[in-house]
């Protein structure tokens, strides 16, 4: 049985900046990947961690989620983009951290989007379920954006689970899609597969999201089975980011991780998505990688029921999901 975590980081992935014009893409910068390295250095981590090499992703596997003219255009715009989530060998280590950049989880077959070029967790999964001849993945996005490009890839796709809670605002937050509420749960045989999660209000805490993986995720996961789990790990969930302004420590990832561990057998690779504040990024990146190698997660206080905002969407998505997963069939 495979064991160790492998952590994926090239400096490559830290030399180059983003050429769009938008202001809004200041914060996706270089640091967000060395500060976290660094940190990981710190306490010890690396040092821990099986270290895979990198390597520049195919153009067959990039060709898996993207269409040839959205793979040339990319290219122009920008050069020494390393795909690396294919890169994380589920046969040689049982877990893995890939420190990567940009995100990857709003980019779309044919466009770019939101900082996203190459849709990195997109492309491992479906290069898992072809090449592997997995049946069942689960894709976890705890970013505080909504993975719209993995849910277009995968809507109608029952091999593949995708959960993504996200900052909503009643559509008012970005991207601003009536697809990211709780009501798209699939199309066609992939109904049940899709659990979007808003977050109607900012602020959200540890007990928030404990309660979102209690109530929501975790009974469909174990129903679902993975064979496979994919984190989307956007750490702007986190408190201090200005993006998602909500208000769960960095401690709350190595829970998430640890809840997550006892799927599919260990086999889980989580991939850098957001986030923007440089401290609580790094210290939610090595709680991540240090529950991987398997130190228990630090305790948690002040816990206490979640918010009247946070049960209203766990409540709605619970009843939305009523009828494709037994766990909620009481609710139907
Ligand atoms: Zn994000």
Redesign the pocket.
């Known amino acids: 049985m495979a064991s160790g975590s492998a952590l994926i980081f090239d400096e490559e992935m830290s030399r180059y900046k983003l050429l769009w014009k938008d202001p809004v893409c200041e914060i996706e910068v270089p640091e967000r990947l060395t500060v976290s390295y660094e940190a990981l250095k710190t306490h010890g981590v690396t040092q821990r961690c099986k270290q895979l090499p990198v390597r520049q992703a195919t153009e067959q596997e990039i060709l898996l989620a993207h269409s040839p003219v959205s793979k040339s255009f990319v290219f122009i715009l920008v050069r020494n983009i390393w795909s690396t989530a294919t890169s994380i060998s589920i046969r040689e280590v049982r877990n893995g951290m890939a420190l990567v950049r940009p995100?990857g989880h709003h980019s779309q077959r044919s466009a770019a989007n939101g900082f996203c070029v190459f849709n990195n967790v997109a492309i491992a999964a479906l290069h898992a379920t072809k090449n592997y001849n997995l049946k069942r993945v689960l894709i976890v996005d705890w970013?505080?954006?909504h993975g719209q490009g993995v849910q277009y890839c995968f809507e109608e796709d029952p091999s593949v689970l995708y959960f993504s809670w996200h900052r909503y605002e009643n559509q008012t937050f970005w991207p601003n899609l009536p697809e990211s509420d709780y009501t798209s749960v699939g199309k066609g045989k992939g109904c049940g597969f899709n659990i979007n999660l808003p977050w109607n209000k900012v602020g959200m805490t540890n007990s928030d999201y404990l309660a979102a993986f209690f109530h929501v995720l975790l009974p469909v996961a174990y129903e679902f089975d993975p064979e496979l789990v994919l984190v989307s790990a956007?750490f702007?969930s986190a408190i201090g980011d200005p993006?998602g302004e909500m208000c769960a420590i960095p401690e709350i990832f190595a829970h998430l991780t640890q809840l997550l561990m006892p799927l599919a057998a260990g086999k889980m690779c989580v991939v850098l998505?957001?986030g923007y504040n440089l401290t609580s990024l790094a210290q939610s990146v090595c709680q991540t990688v240090q529950t991987l190698l398997g130190d228990p997660a630090p305790r948690l206080s002040g816990l206490t029921a979640a918010c009247e905002s946070a049960l209203e969407s766990i409540q709605n998505v619970r009843n939305a999901q009523s009828s494709y997963w037994s766990c909620f069939k009481h609710l139907g």
């Open positions: 995100p970013d505080i954006h956007g702007d993006e998505e957001g």
